[in-house]
């Protein structure tokens, strides 16, 4: 509360100093302070739509700066001012006022361009403007400058899902009498486009932007992508521990086959380095726009991609871990249709390859698979099992080079009616 009635008192005493001021045309006020004296800034839509300045009062006179205490020249009672032009308010032979008048149709942006040929070109570019610079000046002769509040807009490439789409983009506000400013470098070629100010905003004019040339770029990068190539699990299963899932990290059971996709800013992009690394050695070096490889050793590999053109380069990566070897046998199963339990699987990680047999109680083979992912059903030609114990072998291999030579028993359970 006592903030607002801060703000109440500052913009009443602001009325107050310019209540005296009668003035026809779209105009903005601001007040200044130099020194002891105060300034009033009027900044005029356009000065030649019938633009004048009266002051209240008897004995009225006006003066340029040039002409105030001489009594020389005065113009009175209705000012039609110049722009970049100071006058005195004089009243009874006593100054009340000082204002300084300027035309912001005069001041509209002129130009913008962006600076080709940097060796900074790969990550910002340097935009250099021409924008007429308002200022005022004291009664001595100093000019001091007006901020003014422009912004630029272009075309940048923004990720979205599954691939690049040019967005608009713009910068936070600067402020000028600045001639340049480094914007991020866009990843497409785009014009830029220079618009404002805070001043058309507060006269609630449409002031004319200015673009650039078309700017072509040199700036590539990209958005690293995975694909992993799924193994059928089966409706209801899932018995492999560890299953990849795309990611800048990749933790999985191995084998596994993916598709590395570059997603670079074509047509930019000129050339394709992939890199894989096993413990920091590398495996695998490829110059294909995209890169497909299968995993089938355990270990921590860095696969590591690098787009570039004749200028600039642009690199991503990410992390695959083949997780070691493992395999469980449960001792039973319920194939009573309740798609629980419902067939002898083991539970494995990264197996190369594998194969199990099972063996009723008289060692007759009544069942063989070499798909981890696969099981028995219960069934034997097409006829469902005694229940009982059945004994199995299994042999598979790891990705750690590990040699599993396995055998016991399992329990074949059903239900009344099954």
């Known amino acids: 509360m006592r903030k607002i009635i801060l703000l109440f008192c500052l913009s009443l005493s602001a009325v107050v100093a310019f209540s005296q001021l009668s003035i026809t045309g779209n105009h903005l006020l601001l007040g200044k302070k130099i020194g002891k004296d105060s300034i009033t800034v009027i900044i005029f839509d356009d000065l030649k739509l019938n633009s004048s300045i009266t002051y209240t009062g008897t004995n009225v006179r006006f003066y340029k700066y040039a002409d105030a205490g001489s009594n020389s020249n005065p113009i009175y009672p ?3 001012p110049d722009n970049a032009t100071g006058y005195v308010i004089d009243v009874d032979g006593v100054r009340k006022d000082t204002i300084w008048v300027i035309d912001h149709q005069l001041y509209k942006p002129v130009s913008i361009e962006p600076e080709v040929n940097s060796t900074s070109q790969c990550k910002d570019v340097t935009l250099f403007f021409t924008i007429p610079t308002m200022s005022y000046k004291s009664l001595a002769g100093t000019s001091y400058d007006l901020e003014r509040n422009f912004s630029v807009k272009y075309k940048q490439l923004r990720w979205e899902s599954t691939a690049w789409v040019p967005r608009d983009t713009t910068t936070l506000p600067f402020k000028t009498p600045a001639t340049q400013i480094s914007v991020p470098v866009p990843y497409c070629n785009t014009v830029f486009t220079l618009y404002g100010d805070q001043y058309a905003t507060a006269l609630g004019i449409n002031m004319d932007s200015v673009s650039s040339s078309l700017y072509l770029t040199y700036a590539v990068i990209s958005h690293m992508t995975t694909n992993v190539t799924s193994r059928d699990q089966g409706v209801g299963h899932n018995n492999e521990g560890d299953y990849p899932v795309a990611n800048k990290t990749i933790n999985f059971s191995a084998p596994i086959d993916v598709q590395f996709l570059s997603n670079a800013n074509e047509p930019t992009t000129q050339f394709y380095n992939w890199e894989i690394l096993k413990e920091g050695k590398l495996i695998i070096n490829r110059t294909d726009k995209d890169h497909r490889y299968t995993f089938t050793e355990m270990g921590t590999y860095k696969v590591k991609l690098r787009v570039s ?4 380069s642009y690199s991503d990566s990410v992390t695959v871990i083949v997780t070691e070897s493992e395999i469980y046998v449960p001792n039973v199963f319920t194939p009573n249709g309740d798609t ?3 067939e002898f699987r ?3 990680k990264s197996l190369l390859t594998f194969q199990c047999w099972v063996y009723n ?4 083979q009544v069942y063989y698979w070499n798909d981890p992912t696969k099981g028995w059903d219960g069934n034997i030609n097409g006829k469902k099992a005694t229940p009982g114990p ?10 750690d080079k590990k040699v599993y030579k396995l055998k016991g028993d399992i329990n ?3 239900g009344k009616g099954n």
């Open 78 to 80: 209705t000012l039609y």
């Open 309 to 312: 053109d004749a200028t600039c």
């Open 340 to 342: 629980w339990n419902d």
């Open 346 to 348: 083991i539970a494995y």
């Open 361 to 364: 109680r008289w060692g007759r």
């Open 390 to 399: 059945y004994f199995y072998v299994i042999k598979a291999t790891g990705s």
């Open 412 to 414: 074949l359970l059903r």
